[in-house]
């Protein structure tokens, strides 16, 4: 069974700063997909980044980009710039290509963005 | 842009209740997700169905039952509500075309158990 693990509980950052969470999963799969997203406060639940296994190249959006790191199963979200409308719980997914959709989340990383 | 609708946003049910959570989502999406999100734990799968009158089990699904009629629509039943059951609960939808599709979330709903 396919598994997903955020080891931060909780981190914060002065705005304007760079910040990286974590992300690890376990899956015997080759082909996959994995997600980031974003819960801020209002709860909708909002895609940050995308990013399929058999792509090196790692994704990037805006200010949010990916350290993919397949060998290690590691899939890290790097915030650039941070602004205050970054404060949000994070959560790590994962996708079999074949599961209909399903996705399995991680425990989730809580940010909070600092004036 | 996509909109996933969920109709109860807080809701304060008694213990043995029957309660409905309704889904609505306005893009032909054929896969519909229900997720129980808890803190601490993070969201996990309840049901999901990916066609009308079909429906899966997810990883918790003992207490819950659900139902789709039409394609839109989505709609979780707990059939006697317990105060467990007190939780966030999520709604998503996406395509089933194409492998690793995005999943839309609704903005969840707040149920209280009592």
């Known amino acids: 069974a396919q598994t997903v693990t955020q080891s931060q509980p909780e981190m914060s950052v002065q705005e304007a700063e760079t910040v990286t969470l974590s992300c690890t999963y376990d899956?015997?799969?080759?082909?996959?997909?994995l997600f980031w997203y974003k819960q801020p406060p209002s709860r909708q639940m909002i895609l940050v980044i995308r990013?399929?296994?058999?792509?090196?190249q790692n994704a990037t959006e805006n200010r949010f980009s990916v350290n993919f790191q397949k060998a290690a199963k590691s899939f890290s979200l790097k915030i650039s710039d941070s602004q205050l409308g970054d404060t949000a719980m994070y959560f790590c997914?994962?996708?079999?290509?074949?599961?209909?959709?399903?996705?399995?989340f991680g425990k989730g990383t809580k940010l909070s963005v600092k004036p | 842009d996509v909109k996933v609708t969920q109709s109860s946003r807080y809701l304060v049910k008694r213990t043995g209740e029957k309660v409905f959570l309704e889904c609505v989502q306005d893009?032909?999406?054929?896969?519909m997700f229900w997720y129980r999100q808890d803190p601490g734990l993070g969201l996990r799968l309840i049901y999901f169905?990916?066609?009308?009158?079909?429906?899966e089990k997810g990883d918790i699904p003992e207490g819950y039952s659900v139902s789709r009629e039409k394609k839109e629509r989505f709609s979780l039943i707990l059939e006697s509500a317990s105060t467990n059951q007190t939780s966030m609960y999520l709604c998503?939808?996406?395509?089933?075309?194409?492998?690793?599709?995005?999943?839309?979330f609704g903005e969840g709903s707040w149920l209280t158990v009592v």
């Open positions: 997914a994962f996708m079999k290509p074949v599961s209909q959709g399903n996705l399995i």
């Open positions: 990013q399929e296994a058999y792509k090196q």
């Open positions: 998503a939808s996406s395509f089933l075309r194409d492998s690793g599709n995005t999943i839309y």
């Open positions: 899956t015997s799969e080759n082909n996959y997909y």
């Open positions: 169905s990916y066609d009308v009158k079909m429906k």
């Open positions: 893009m032909d999406h054929e896969n």
